[in-house]
């Protein structure tokens, strides 16, 4: 794919009170490589109402994504492992995650892998959508 063809996605940082902000794992590990693509997923298939954040720049401290957090319509933690490094970072600047999910939690085990499952991702983006949806 060219940078021609590339999908742009809506500025989240002018739109965040619009949109369901997801944070991601993204861990060196099957569980972490799930939750990345289940970010990217849900952000390619419905870029109007989710968007993919950069959780290393809310723990690093960048305001401007501070505040793209804390305008987030809903802030979505997608955790790996059972370490919730996502909804950890957001705790100690003082968040909450409307939701939080865990994929070692959707059957998915944990292996020393950048490896992962396509089935697996489609699974649980299917099932993080629906349970967002209805609220």
Known sequence: MTKENWQRLPGCHQ???NLD????CDGAASVGQVGHE???KLTKVMPQEFRLCC???IAAGSKLHLELAQKAK???AINGC????VTKILEQRGMKPTYEFNIVEED??????LD????DVDRIATKIAQTIAKG
């Open 15 to 17: 739109k965040a009170d």
């Open 21 to 24: 902000i997801i944070l991601v």
């Open 38 to 40: 289940v970010g990217v």
């Open 55 to 57: 959780l290393a720049a």
């Open 74 to 76: 809903k802030l979505i």
């Open 82 to 85: 059972g370490n919730k490094c």
């Open 108 to 113: 998915v085990e944990k292996v020393p892998t």
């Open 116 to 119: 992962f499952d396509e089935a």
